[in-house]
């Protein structure tokens, strides 16, 4: 294997230090993906240049004019605080002609709006909750042929953001309240989608053209208080000291032979229909009949070494190191536009 001159983009504030010695699993949280992927990749022996991004594309163009690097590890999930400017970064990656991991624009695009990413996804008869979207600044009306209960969340942000316990509604008018919150505090446009009671169930696709589904992993909710619905809140993926109370885990899903192949078979369509690349993971309930419903789709999930995603490929024999090594020659492999002029 070559080494390779990378440039890793990450946001500016987790730049993660250079030792995390003496530090809290609480104190290295946030930046913690970034860290393993710097870290994992010079064990790979590439030359590994971190570059903070702030609210500049300018620093990116003089860090690929200066290092000339072989390609960018795309670590950026915001720009300017907006989760759908993610794409546009990705987007001048490309009119700089410099090769990059992970999702494409379109994808990014695609599969940050996920009113619009469900109806792609039904076009190509893939189960989806039914749902409705309520625009900012917009009167909310009673939405027609959409049972309750629902579940309210940001149209656009990911990472669980503004999901919460009450964001399941009932009725109407928890539904106009969640609604309003929505636009009020994460500043986006709400979707209410129909509320599937069952298991949480997530599963990895890697690939361009040719995709591999990695094994499906379950959620699992031990110590939840009376009352509450296993969901994936924003509480439950960010708060450690939370986690360990409820009893959150993560395992292999035990699953009917048909039902695993129905997932992976419908993860690989996904990502296709999406017109995603590099790697995504797909977010998925089961229904208590048995049934697969499709959440969204997520380009660029946490790398983490511990997190799903890794954990997934590595069951299959992919170490943390290869996997990231699949990913970077994922990239230097994907061919936009500029590269078939």
Request: aromatic fraction near 8%; hydrophobic fraction near 40%.
């Amino acid at each position: 294997m070559k080494p390779l001159r990378i440039v890793i983009l990450m946001h500016d504030s987790l730049v993660p230090p250079e030792s995390v010695e003496g530090l809290s699993q609480e104190e290295m949280n946030p930046w913690l993906m970034e860290y393993d992927v710097r870290q994992g990749l010079r064990s790979l022996g590439h030359s590994v240049h971190v570059l903070g991004v702030g609210d500049e594309l300018l620093p990116i163009r003089r860090a690929i004019e200066e290092l000339q690097p072989h390609l960018c590890f795309n670590l950026l999930t915001h720009f300017l605080d907006v989760g759908a400017y993610s794409a546009h970064v990705v987007s001048y990656l490309e009119l700089l002609r410099s090769p990059y991991t992970g999702c494409n624009p379109r994808g990014l695009l695609l599969a940050g709006d996920k009113g619009l990413s469900k109806k792609v996804m039904t076009y190509h008869r893939i189960r989806v909750p039914k749902f409705s979207m309520f625009r900012l600044g917009r009167a909310l009306g009673r939405p027609r042929k959409l049972p309750f209960p629902l579940i309210v969340k940001s149209a656009a942000e990911q990472a669980s953001m503004g999901i919460a316990q009450a964001s399941i509604v009932n009725d109407f008018e928890a539904l106009t309240e969640r609604v309003s919150f929505v636009h009020r505090t994460v500043g986006t446009d709400a979707i209410a989608e129909e509320y599937i009671p069952g298991r949480e169930l997530t599963i990895g696709v890697l690939g361009n053209d040719r995709l591999t589904a990695l094994p499906i992993r379950e959620t699992k909710f031990d110590n939840l208080p009376e009352g509450s619905e296993p969901i994936l809140t924003s509480k439950v993926k960010w708060d450690l000291a939370y986690q360990r109370k409820v009893g959150i885990r993560s395992e292999p899903a035990e699953l009917p032979e048909a039902v695993t192949r129905e997932i992976q078979r419908a993860a690989k369509r996904i990502f296709r229909s999406l017109e995603l690349s590099g790697y995504a993971r797909i977010d998925l309930r089961l229904s208590e009949d048995g049934r697969p419903f499709v959440l969204e789709a997520n380009p660029n999930p946490d790398l983490c070494a511990h997190e799903d995603f890794a954990v997934s490929a590595a069951s299959t024999g992919l170490n943390y190191e290869q996997l990231l090594q699949k990913i970077v020659t994922l990239g230097q492999s994907y061919r936009p536009a500029w590269m078939a002029q």
